[in-house]
């Protein structure tokens, strides 16, 4: 491998190392207009995080995108019940 492939691979492989894992992300609140118009626009575009985003003014895609699995994971399901309570 040359040098420069070298480089860049360990780059990556250090970032790997700092990611957050998903169970760690604090909850995200929207309001049910903002709830509302994430699900008809999954329906319409899909997971195009970006698109859905740019539709709500002061929403980043991965916020968005955060909300959406924390609804959707099992793995939250859990949690969203302890808070309720």
Not at 22 to 45: G, H, P, T
Not at 50 to 55: F, Q
Not at 56 to 76: A, L, T, Y
């Amino acid at each position: 491998m040359d040098k420069s492939r070298c480089q860049k691979h360990s780059r990556t492989t250090h970032c790997d190392a700092e990611e957050v894992s998903s169970m760690e992300w604090a909850f995200i609140n929207l309001s049910e207009q903002e709830e509302d118009l994430v699900y008809r626009m999954y329906r319409l575009v899909g997971d195009r995080w970006t698109l859905i985003a740019g539709r709500i003014p002061g929403r980043k895609p991965e916020e968005i995108e955060r909300f959406w699995i924390m609804r959707h994971d099992e793995g939250f399901a859990e949690k969203r019940l302890k808070k309720a309570s």
